[in-house]
């Protein structure tokens, strides 16, 4: 089974503070995505690589970056954290596409809560 | 573009009961279609996924979604429900990316299914 583990289930942080949430999956996949899902919104893409030190912007990237120096490791860095970045945190893989369309679903880590206070 | 909408943000059913959780898409193309569920404090689990071939999908813990292309939805249902069925149901449609060489979930804003003795 695909194993995507993220580095802490809660984190308390303060406004203001350089935030690191770390992903990592052992399935050699070639794709990474980082989420945020809030009540009533659903999953919203923040950004995602697809390969190594490549990343391109999701839906909502403004107040975050990522990094990916290794294939199996994918972190989120919020830069000045603000309150409204207090959410549940998702980060998911999945293989490389080899159509422009994928039926590769994604696969899910248990999320981080993070508390901005 | 795609979206997906999913009708009813809370459904309660009782034990034993048929689960019917309704999701509707809009796609440019043929979709690829998935229901994701998540249980309290865990990432998002694949329930089963529409790619091609038989419309009626059969997934894990015997849920089923019917894909109707004249209707444009998926939904997803369970001829008796039990109170382990009771978390949050994700419909989503994949979508291309710019690179070609992922694809992008675009998700629905989340069904919470309780079921009552």
């Known amino acids: 089974d695909v194993k995507v583990t993220q580095s802490s289930r809660y984190l308390v942080k303060r406004t203001g503070e350089k935030v690191f949430l770390e992903c990592v999956q052992d399935?050699?996949?070639?794709?990474m995505f980082w989420y945020r899902q809030d009540p009533g919104l659903g999953l919203r893409l923040i950004y995602f690589?697809?390969?190594?030190?490549?990343?391109e912007k999701g839906d909502i990237p403004e107040g975050y970056s990522v990094s990916r120096e290794k294939k199996e490791r994918f972190s989120l860095i919020l830069e000045s954290a603000s309150t409204n970045q207090t959410s549940m945190y998702l980060c998911?893989?999945?293989?490389?596409?080899?159509?422009?369309?994928?039926?590769?679903?994604?696969?899910f880590g248990d999320g981080t809560r993070l508390s901005i206070l | 573009a795609q979206s997906v909408t999913q009708l009813g943000s809370h459904v309660s059913v009782s034990e034993g009961a048929l689960v019917l959780l309704r999701c509707n898409y809009s796609s440019s193309v043929p979709p690829y279609l998935f229901w994701y569920v998540q249980y309290p404090n865990q990432g998002l689990q694949l329930l089963l996924k529409?790619?091609?071939?038989?419309?009626l999908v059969k997934g894990i813990n015997g849920f089923e979604a019917e894909f109707k292309k004249s209707e444009t939805s998926f939904h997803l249902t369970k001829p008796s429900a039990h109170m382990s069925d009771a978390a949050e149901y994700f419909c989503?449609?994949?979508?291309?990316?710019?690179?070609?060489?992922?694809?992008?979930?675009?998700f629905g804003t989340g069904t919470r299914l309780q079921v009552t003795l």
């Open positions: 690589s697809y390969d190594v030190k490549m990343k």
């Open positions: 998911a893989s999945s293989p490389l596409a080899r159509a422009t369309y994928s039926n590769q679903p994604q696969h």
């Open positions: 529409y790619t091609t071939g038989a419309t």
């Open positions: 399935m050699d996949h070639e794709n």
């Open positions: 989503a449609v994949s979508r291309p990316l710019n690179t070609g060489t992922a694809s992008k979930l675009t």
